[in-house]
């Protein structure tokens, strides 16, 4: 079993839709939770930072996780094509420990 | 502020060539890693640097992969020789997080990545 999972898509949506996206982890040491966008032939950029469990909110955007089914999700509310990327989960056990990336999920919203 | 800068954006060898990335991470910050993407799959963490010191080196093939930060800043990862493999995208990133932990979140900023084609 691998220590990060996420389903890879792709997933196509029509542009407003509510789109989910998830990642199930195996370690229940992880305690900080990243979500990072990447567009095509572009590095990753961090779109949502959570520590613990619970809801964060930004924007058109809401990240959840649930400590106790080793899972989290990133909400995306009236999705755009702009939001047609790649979105990788990252998570971390501490403060000084490097992030595990998940394989990333590939998304188009379509006009 | 400028972001962290790769190069070369592309490149193709053949098997058995050598090849080397450089990377200019953020100004300030102590924190370098170098990644490898492969299509379809997360960043893999090769290497990571504590200004000029390597912090974890654990899943950098030693047999054929080297890199430096010499005098703290910007970097170079070599590969030698290139194996069909290695074919994949070697991401820098840099972070302002010091060897106390500094930045909270730890977030990780990326280059645009160097795309290596192995024939």
């Known amino acids: 079993q691998k220590e990060v999972e996420q389903d890879p898509g792709p997933l196509s949506v029509p542009e407003g839709a509510i789109v989910s996206l998830n990642c199930t982890y195996s370690?229940?040491?992880?305690?900080?939770f990243m979500w990072y966008r990447q567009y095509s032939r572009k590095g990753p950029e961090l779109l949502m930072y959570?520590?613990?469990?619970g809801n964060k909110e930004d924007g058109r955007f809401t990240a959840q996780v649930d400590k106790s089914s080793k899972y989290i999700s990133l909400f995306i509310r009236d999705s755009q094509p702009s939001d047609s990327a790649t979105y990788l989960c990252?998570?971390?056990?501490?403060?000084?420990?490097?992030?595990?990336f998940g394989p990333g999920t590939r998304l188009s919203v379509l006009p | 502020e400028a972001g962290v800068a790769q190069s070369p954006r592309y490149k193709i060898i053949e098997k058995r060539q050598s090849v080397a990335f450089w990377c200019n991470p953020i100004?300030?910050?102590?924190?370098l890693y170098w990644y490898q993407q492969i299509l379809g799959q997360g960043p893999k963490l090769l290497i990571q640097?504590?200004?000029?010191?390597?912090?974890?080196d654990s899943q950098l093939p030693k047999d054929r992969f080297s890199a430096e930060r010499l005098k703290g800043v910007d970097s170079t990862l070599k590969i030698q020789p290139a194996k069909l493999e290695d074919s994949a995208v070697y991401l820098c990133?840099?972070?302002?997080?010091?060897?106390?932990?500094?930045?909270?979140?730890?977030?990780?900023?990326f280059g645009e990545g160097s795309r290596l084609t192995v024939l």
């Open positions: 370690n229940s040491a992880f305690q900080y």
């Open positions: 990133a840099s972070s302002a997080r010091g060897a106390s932990g500094g930045s909270n979140t730890g977030e990780l900023f």
């Open positions: 100004s300030g910050h102590a924190t």
């Open positions: 990252a998570m971390k056990k501490g403060y000084g420990q490097n992030f595990v």
């Open positions: 640097f504590q200004n000029n010191g390597v912090v974890d």
């Open positions: 959570t520590y613990s469990s």
